[in-house]
């Protein structure tokens, strides 16, 4: 990780902090689609019901530092910011031809079925709509080496 | 060959194109040919002729007027269609003013295929209508370089992720996902040759070639298809996307990025698991979260 890459700002999501109130997919679809319509947004929280272990899980952008998503894009559409670190596809170059929905592991990108190209989280452009109202501040903004230990601890059980 | 049509008396009928198979009729003149020897002569009213040529797609103000033109021509008559508009609304289908095709209205014996197609074929397809040879046409029916004719699709190359008909503009291209195979299948009835297919192609399957005769009796008849397996999703087992999709972009990821040997094993894992059931269950968010840390780890 470079100098530059490591203050990136990323969110990040901490499921212990999580309430499930959801919030967060009602404004990124209002920023995004003018409309709140859950099925439309960029963020989308899991809860696990048949479990019954009350956990939480959200499927995020994690704007990665080599983005899996950017390598698959036949068409140049998904393009990485050198300067911020976000990943944003372009809806101009977008062919619709979903690679980036089928490779990335989460599945970040979603396949507007009206807009016939892949849309994803563009951490609107600096200030995120999610971080904003998330009041338990489950999704926050951190720099990439604070996310990086969170997701260590959280996902590898590395201290 | 039917009585009384050893000539062809051509009337125009426009019915709603853009005049860009207008055009090209009236192109016919300029080809120098000696036409009236061929028995082909263009004609001012309706009772003259015995070939209606109709352009573009019909709409609501061109119904009557197409129904009527085709009462005044005496039989034995014939229709021909020249054009994608024509033959299927091209470009106008759903607009709010068309009623249809123009076989929906009339009986349409002959499909002239292109948008538009070139004066050369056009006066081919009369020729071969009318069981004529028409030797001083061949040199001028010679392909020009980089003419765009009806789309190709190589099998072999095709990775089936449906960018193309997502994109085409004419809605050209239908898409039929059986239980483990999935059919891409090109109509020439509907396309407008603009090359959006060709051009966004991420494995360059797609060519716009062109055939010796662009015109057809069956307009269903003439398709170009591709057919590819389909991957089952390891949770849900329904079919969701081409096996050679998968394959393509998994390769181009390995060229670009260096991935740890086991985050790419469950790459190779999730890449079989349908996007709704990735993004359903917790387990494989969590999964998923694992391999983008592991990578991001690499990076550090």
Known sequence: MTDNSSNQKVIVFDPELCTGCRYCEVVCSFKHYGCIDLSKSYVRILFNGDEGTGAFEAVNCQHCEEPICVSACPSEALEKDERTGWVKINPLKCIGCQMCVYLCPLSVPFFDEERKAAVKCDFCDGDPECVRHCSPAALRVVTREEALQLNKRLYLGIR | MKRGMNDIRIFRFDASSCNGCDIEVLGILALGLPLSELGIKIVDTPQEANTLVVLGGVNIKSEPELEEIYELIEPPRRVIAVGSCAATMGIFKGGYTMTG????????????????????????????????????IE??????????????????????????????????????????????????????????????????????????????????????????????????????????????????????????????????????????????????????????????????
């Open chain 2, 139 to 300: 040199p001028l029916l010679k392909t020009p370089e980089g003419f765009r004719g009806e789309p190709v699709v190589s099998s072999g190359k095709c990775i089936g992720c449906a960018a193309c008909m997502n994109l085409c503009p004419a809605s050209a291209i239908e898409i039929d996902d059986t239980d483990d195979e999935r059919i891409i299948k090109f109509t020439h009835k509907d396309c407008i040759y603009c090359a959006t297919c060709q051009e966004i192609c991420p494995s360059e399957a797609v060519e716009l070639a062109y055939r010796d005769k662009p015109w057809f009796g069956d307009k269903e008849a003439a398709t170009a298809e591709a057919t590819l397996e389909l991957k089952k999703c390891l949770l849900c087992g329904i079919p969701f996307v081409a096996s050679k999709q998968v394959d393509w972009a998994i390769k181009k990821i390995e060229e670009k990025l260096r991935i740890p040997q086991e985050a790419h094993d469950q790459l190779l894992r999730t890449s079989s698991i349908c996007p709704d059931c990735r993004r359903k269950s917790i387990n494989q968010v969590t999964e998923a979260k694992k391999i983008l840390t592991s990578i991001a780890i690499r990076t550090q």
């Open chain 2, 101 to 136: 095709p123009v076989d929906e209205i009339i009986p349409v014996e002959l499909y002239v295929m292109g948008c538009p197609p070139r004066p050369q074929v056009i006066v081919s397809a009369l020729a071969d209508a009318l069981g004529i040879k028409i030797k001083e």
